[in-house]
């Protein structure tokens, strides 16, 4: 029987959404009869030495399992070589975090995605930027296309570029910072769908409307409503959970030209306060049972 456990989040972040998060699923747990410990990231190092991997810590209680809200992943990763289930993985977490990797494995499952082109690396302090290939990159795309940083969250690392210039420009800004180019969906031009999935389900659902941004994200000034997903939108966003290898997620999904979805993005450790004061479901209630059932299952 499940006693313990262990909620991580960053311990550097500014503002309490992250720890919010963490309480969310405390309160879960504890509704249940499961103890679960809120612990930073930076609480927890990790020692390296020839007789293996530890954590330096105060902590005694061996967790059951890890709910791991953070992007920490060699944290993540240490905690599973020492043998403690975590959820999400540190693999699936590496994959959300990397919009590259994600739609690499959005693409090889054959999922409908934006037309994606991954940026070349580029070191700090390179030559003079190459532009041939990245302005043949556009003209095949079209303008206006959008230029995502590969890390960042809350839409604020996403670029609507209008013209050639403008995007030899952006990348000349970006320079060493991983990023991809991709088809604008004008038909969902300020408009995407937010699925929370846990497991195989979807539990709960929004629409995100922005009257003048092309993003939708709440943080950046977009609005909310319920939203009940087509079978085939709720289908798509657990394939999409899937392939990424999450146990939970918050799917974003596009409207395509004929109303088709297409997927975005997905979120490994998506907030879910919006989606309680939208929907009044709480999802940290489904990841907590989500995961009692798998860890009961062995």
Not at 80 to 85: A, H, K, S, V
Not at 116 to 129: D, E, V, Y
Not at 172 to 198: A, K, M
Request: proline share 4%; hydrophobic share 40%; glycine share 8%.
């Amino acid at each position: 029987m499940l006693k313990n456990g262990w909620v991580i989040y960053n311990g550097h972040l500014p503002g309490e959404k992250f720890k919010d998060f963490a309480e969310w699923i405390q309160e879960a747990a504890e509704e249940k009869g499961i103890e679960l410990k809120l612990i930073k990231n930076n609480e927890l190092l990790a020692l390296h030495r020839q007789t293996g991997g530890t954590l330096l810590m105060e902590y005694n209680k061996r967790p059951d399992f890890v709910v791991f809200g953070d992007k920490d992943i060699h944290l993540a990763r240490q905690l599973e070589l020492m043998g403690i289930p975590v959820f999400n993985s540190a693999q699936a977490i590496s994959r959300c975090d990397d919009k590259i990797a994600t739609y690499q494995a959005l693409s090889v499952h054959h999922l409908p995605i934006p037309a994606t082109i991954a940026g070349p690396k580029i070191f700090p302090n390179s030559r003079a930027l190459e532009t041939a290939n990245l302005i043949e990159a556009g003209e095949l795309l079209g303008y206006p296309l959008v230029v995502k940083e590969a890390f960042g969250s809350f839409g604020e690392q996403v670029y609507l570029i209008e013209t050639e210039q403008g995007l030899i420009d952006k990348i000349g800004e970006l320079r060493d910072r991983p990023f991809v180019l991709q088809e604008f969906i004008s038909s969902s031009y300020g408009t995407d769908v937010r699925l929370n999935v846990v497991g195989d389900k979807v539990v709960a659902a929004m629409k995100r409307t922005s009257p003048d941004d092309f993003r939708a994200n709440v943080s950046a000034g977009g609005s909310m409503e319920v939203y009940q997903p087509t079978k085939q939108e709720a289908e798509l966003a657990v394939a999409a959970s899937h392939a990424v290898g999450t146990d939970f997620a918050g799917v974003d999904l596009l409207f395509g030209p004929e109303g088709a979805p297409i997927v975005c993005e997905v979120n490994s450790n998506a907030h879910i306060r919006n989606i309680f004061d939208c929907t009044n479901v709480n999802v940290a209630a489904w990841i907590i049972d989500y995961i009692i059932e798998k860890l009961q299952e062995g």
